[in-house]
């Protein structure tokens, strides 16, 4: 199970690049949530990838996606994550929305 580290109110998917290796067919549904709105959590692995962190995004108009496990950085209105096959930017509500973080989240200015 998954440790929840943060989570935030108001999250837009900005931008989203596969890893070249990581090209292989069917790899494009990560674009399709380009531009999509909706909540963010960030969770931390207990078990599979310890220390190692995802993100799980619920949109608005219904669908969800969770990232793969890897490294992420939080600046005042973005999150960004670098999994084992791509690079994601979220773009987050700022502190106002954020609803809660502890404090192991590395914040970076």
């Known amino acids: 199970m998954a440790k929840l580290i943060a989570k935030f109110a108001y999250a837009e998917l900005k931008s989203v690049e ?3 290796e990581a090209k292989t067919e069917g790899w494009e549904w990560r674009e399709s ?3 999509k709105i909706g909540t963010l959590s960030l969770f931390e692995s207990e078990h599979k990838h310890p220390g190692k962190r995802f993100v799980y995004m619920n949109c608005f108009d219904g669908g969800e996606f969770t990232t793969g496990c890897g490294e992420v950085e939080i600046a005042d209105t973005e999150l960004k994550v670098t999994s084992k096959n791509s690079f994601y930017i979220f773009k987050i ?3 106002d929305y954020q609803l809660w973080v ?3 989240t590395e914040q970076v200015h």
């Open 18 to 20: 596969v890893k070249e």
């Open 33 to 35: 949530f380009i531009g």
């Open 93 to 95: 509500g700022g502190k």
């Open 102 to 104: 502890d404090e192991k």
